[in-house]
Nanobody, 120 residues
Framework: QVQLVESGGGLVQPGGSLRLSCAASGSIFSIYAMGWYRQAPGKQRELVAAITSSGSTNYIDSVKGRFTVSRDNAKNTAYLQMNSLKPEDTAVYYC??????????????WGQGTQVTASS
């Protein structure tokens, strides 16, 4: 009942930048947290960055100072600005949203994933 559509992935040289977007739609009453996860080949999915409806953020140590998560509550959209990309940032990036439907049921939804590759 909640769809997440991601965009903005691609191929970039090390040191370059990309901006990911995640737009949520459906029978949404409120979204209290949106997050970006990533999964590299042969590795477990890990939380990269998250933001609450009040704007509180958290990041894994390896991206602090390089990545910035933000959101537009009016548009139910989250963003991940990624600067100074490194080859080890290469992964499929997934958007996650948690909140309440108009029925007051909780939801926990995932996007389809977008590939980010930092390589020369």
């Amino acid at each position: 009942q909640v769809q997440l559509v991601e965009s903005g992935g691609g191929l970039v040289q090390p040191g370059g930048s990309l901006r990911l977007s995640c737009a949520a739609s459906g029978s949404i009453f409120s979204i209290y947290a949106m997050g970006w996860y990533r999964q590299a080949p042969g590795k477990q999915r890990e939380l990269v960055a998250a933001i609450t409806s009040s704007g509180s953020t958290n990041y894994i140590d390896s991206v602090k100072g390089r990545f910035t998560v933000s959101r537009d509550n009016a548009k139910n959209t989250a963003y991940l600005q990624m600067n100074s990309l490194k080859p080890e940032d290469t992964a499929v990036y997934y958007c996650n949203a948690q909140g309440l439907l108009v029925t007051m049921a909780r939801f926990n939804s995932w996007g389809q994933g977008t590939q980010v590759t930092a390589s020369s």
